[in-house]
């Protein structure tokens, strides 16, 4: 298994540009998670999903979008990206049955 | 809301000797408490957690935690660290859908 994981691995945005942040998992999750970690400041919940077609929002949603359209994949879109949009991103997943999250490796996002 | 708090941002030992990284918490109802690991440019890794059962938690790399329910504590402990141990440790804790997490604690060992 390959776990959860990230595309890309850095990436270096104009403002006002857009993206996307891959996330998969090979684990059959039903729960899946996007977090941004600035210094400091821990792990901050962005979106999460409870399984395909089902998402909601975390504590700093503003100017980010999710989708989940199969169990595997949770990418994360940026429309106009900002610079208070700088930060390493993490998605993780867990089992319906489980507690414990599983990490992908992060995308470091630097927005100019 | 469930939430847990990290009262020190960084910790420094010598190596050998034992090192404790606090975490205190505050829910309603029956916690779910974790501690996970990230080092340099890597993801969180899973380290233990306490659900129910026995105070004590042991989990990867010789870490353990002692879940304390009167003073609402969740110290993560090593009894004798190592140079390797040197990471950022987050604790955390379970809400209803999603992971509150601390803001992390810097841990140094020094030869």
């Known amino acids: 298994n390959a776990g959860v994981t990230q595309t890309p691995k850095f990436r270096i945005l104009k403002i006002g540009q857009s993206m996307t942040l891959q996330c998969t998992q090979d684990?059959?999750?039903?729960?899946m998670y996007w977090y941004r970690q600035d210094p400091g400041m821990g792990l901050k919940l962005i979106y999460y999903?409870?399984?395909?077609?089902?998402?909601d929002k975390g504590e700093v949603p503003n100017g980010y979008n999710v989708s989940r359209s199969t169990t595997e994949d949770f990418p994360l879109r940026l429309e106009l990206a900002a610079p208070s949009q700088t930060s390493v991103y993490f998605c993780?997943?867990?089992?319906?049955?489980?507690?414990?999250?599983?990490f992908g490796p992060g995308t470091r996002l630097t927005v100019l | 809301a469930q939430s847990v708090a990290q009262p020190e941002d960084q910790v420094n030992v010598a190596e050998g000797n034992p090192l404790t990284v606090k975490c205190t918490y505050s829910?309603?109802?029956?916690?779910?408490l974790f501690w996970y690991v990230q080092y340099p440019n890597r993801g969180l890794q899973f380290l233990l957690k306490?659900?129910?059962?026995?105070?004590l938690v042991k989990g990867s790399y010789g870490f353990e935690a002692e879940f304390n329910k009167s003073q609402t504590s969740f110290h993560l402990k090593k009894p004798s660290a190592l140079v390797s141990d040197s990471a950022l440790y987050f604790c955390?804790?379970?809400?209803?859908?999603?992971?509150?997490f601390g803001a992390g604690t810097r841990l140094t060992v020094k030869p």
């Open positions: 955390a804790v379970r809400d209803v859908n999603d992971m509150r």
């Open positions: 999903s409870v399984g395909a077609g089902i998402t």
């Open positions: 829910v309603s109802g029956n916690p779910y």
């Open positions: 684990m059959n999750h039903n729960y």
């Open positions: 993780a997943s867990r089992p319906l049955e489980g507690n414990e999250q599983f």
């Open positions: 306490y659900i129910t059962g026995d105070n």
